[in-house]
């Protein structure tokens, strides 16, 4: 996929790079480090909002979104701060707010969430491998996991953070990010077997 965002955020910016001026160096630092996430976060941000949606056009969304929200907020980041966990929660937060909005429609209607145009995200190599319906059912599984445990399971496993960045994120220590992750991957072993650890759902 290829984001909006590569085009709007891709290139640093020229205007002040000649003001030698710690705000104005700062604010550099912190458009080429942005620039750097969206080349290269873009597929581990996507994997987690489609694991977190379970639907690949809502997750494309909400990846554009969060995008978008951390390019309006970027003048607040710190400066030194790495802008990779703060992006993530920003992603996060967007994608809960979504559930959410979901939830109280499904309780409004009373009528079964239907799967959104798209289905499922293009098969990996290691998806081909373990085949399409196996794939599936890890990926409904995860899905039925609690929100808490799955969104350590996929900052861990697709976006790759630390505990310690992780517990910022989520606003919980790093011993409760741990039990979270302890919790799904026990759910998940004792679903598939230790097999499951191969997949790089456990990491």
Known sequence: MAFAADIAFG???????ADGSKANVDDLARRAAFGRLVRQDGPSALGVARRLLGEASAAEDLVQEAFL????????LAPGRDVRPWFYRILINAGRDRLRRRAVR???TLSPRKPMPGGRPTPSPLSS???RDLLAR???AVEKLPLRQRECLLLRSRASLSYRDMAELLDISEGVVKGHLVAARRALLARFGK???EWGVLQ
């Open 11 to 17: 290139a640093e910016p020229a205007r002040g790079a």
């Open 69 to 76: 929200r951390a390019w309006r907020d970027l003048p607040k």
């Open 106 to 108: 499904v309780r409004a």
């Open 129 to 131: 491998a373990l085949g």
């Open 138 to 140: 890890v990926d409904r």
């Open 195 to 197: 097999e499951i650890s």
